[in-house]
Nanobody, 124 residues
Framework: QVQLTESGGGSVQAGGSLTLSCATT????????VAWYRQVPGKSRETVAT????????YYSDSVKGRFTISRDNAKNTVTLQMNSLKPEDTAMYYC?????????????????WGQGTQVTVSS
């Protein structure tokens, strides 16, 4: 059973940094993908960053490219989202999602597992 638990959200002033962590259990396959999403009430969910196992590329949305970094610590079973130069428009609920059986390059991730979310608030 896959479980995802986010932590690290909070309030910060514009220009500051936060580090979000997604603790994972059950991602035992050698081929999986983990993503960070965010959502603001009344708006559609946005993919922020995606990490793929193996030789898959890392994906970032244009709105966070150059400011956010997604990384994995396989020893600790965590996926981290380092967020720098935060802007008020980054304010949202951030969710971690996983596809534990990604079919590999050329196939989309099918996110069947989600965490409960962690709130990020950036003030101007």
């Amino acid at each position: 059973q896959v479980q995802l638990t986010e932590s690290g959200g909070g309030s910060v002033q514009a220009g500051g940094s936060l580090t979000l962590s997604c603790a994972t259990t059950g991602l035992t396959s050698s081929s999986n993908c983990v993503a960070w999403y965010r959502q603001v009430p009344g708006k559609s969910r946005e993919t922020v960053a995606t990490s793929y196992t193996g030789s898959g590329p890392t994906y970032y949305s244009d709105s966070v490219k150059g400011r956010f970094t997604i990384s994995r610590d396989n020893a600790k079973n965590t996926v981290t989202l380092q967020m720098n130069s935060l802007k008020p428009e980054d304010t949202a609920m951030y969710y971690c999602a996983a596809d534990p059986r990604w079919r590999g390059r050329g196939y989309p991730c099918d996110y069947n597992y989600w965490g409960q979310g962690t709130q990020v608030t950036v003030s101007s």
